[in-house]
T-cell receptor, first 114, second 110 residues
Framework: GAGVSQSPSNKVTEKGKDVELRCDPI?????LYWYRQSLGQGLEFLIY????????KSGLPSDRFSAERTGGSVSTLTIQRTQQEDSAVYLC????????????FGPGTRLTVT | AQRVTQPEKLLSVFKGAPVELKCNYS??????LFWYVQYSRQRLQLLLR??SRESIKGFTADLNKGETSFHLKKPFAQEEDSAMYYC????????????FGKGTLLTVNP
């Protein structure tokens, strides 16, 4: 079946603008994760959704970042008033559940803030 | 707090040579350790996990709790092994977060 998909694949925006990044997880996966991949910094956990439970937002770097997951499927990561330091690849991953060890990653969205 | 350290940002070897990518971790409980790999222009994918004690594409990794290490090894590197490798740690129990190292870029030269 189809893997995790993300859109757009690339996004260039001006400093101060808002952006929305979308993630479609694998059908049937209840857990969804967002990570940020910066050059030389590895992967940084941002937020986690599991079913209808309250999301774990502990990794969000500032209140400019927010995410939602509608209907337990598609998720949107929103960055308000973007800054140059927000430039990175944003990765989404999903898994069958929190206790399942393997996370399936999407191709990522490369965000460039000019 | 969980922490994963990959001391080498870059590692270059010749085809047929042994390769070892180092990973050290910090965690107070019993962790689950993984290696993820990202080939050029491909998405990040799981390579292997310590609980499976498996060999994937000739790679193995042994969890050494005494040295808090989970080094990835392959006796004879191939050019197609060139990729970015990330070591990751998941806390035990209900801890679902994966903590990643900063990655090691492996280049296997012909």
């Amino acid at each position: 079946g189809a893997g995790v998909s993300q859109s757009p694949s690339n996004k260039v925006t001006e400093k101060g603008k808002d952006v929305e990044l979308r993630c479609d997880p694998i059908s049937g996966h209840t857990a969804l994760y967002w990570y940020r991949q910066s050059l030389g910094q590895g992967l940084e956990f941002l937020i986690y959704f599991q079913g209808n439970s309250a999301p774990d937002k502990s990794g969000l770097p500032s209140d400019r970042f927010s995410a939602e997951r509608t209907g337990g499927s598609v998720s949107t990561l929103t960055i308000q008033r973007t800054q140059q330091e927000d430039s990175a690849v944003y990765l989404c991953a999903s898994s069958f559940g929190p206790r399942v060890v393997e996370q399936y990653f999407g191709p990522g969205t490369r965000l460039t803030v000019t | 707090a969980q922490r994963v350290t990959q001391p080498e940002k870059l590692l270059s070897v010749f085809k047929g040579a042994p390769v070892e990518l180092k990973c050290n971790y910090s965690y107070s409980g019993s962790p689950e350790l993984f290696w993820y790999v990202q080939y050029s222009r491909q998405r990040l994918q799981l390579l292997l996990r310590h609980i499976s004690r498996e060999s994937i594409k000739g790679f193995t990794a042994d969890l050494n709790k005494g040295e808090t290490s989970f080094h990835l090894k392959k006796p004879f590197a191939q050019e197609e092994d060139s990729a970015m490798y990330y070591c990751a740690l998941k806390g035990g129990g209900s801890n679902y977060k994966l903590t990643f190292g900063k990655g090691t870029l492996l280049t296997v030269n012909p």
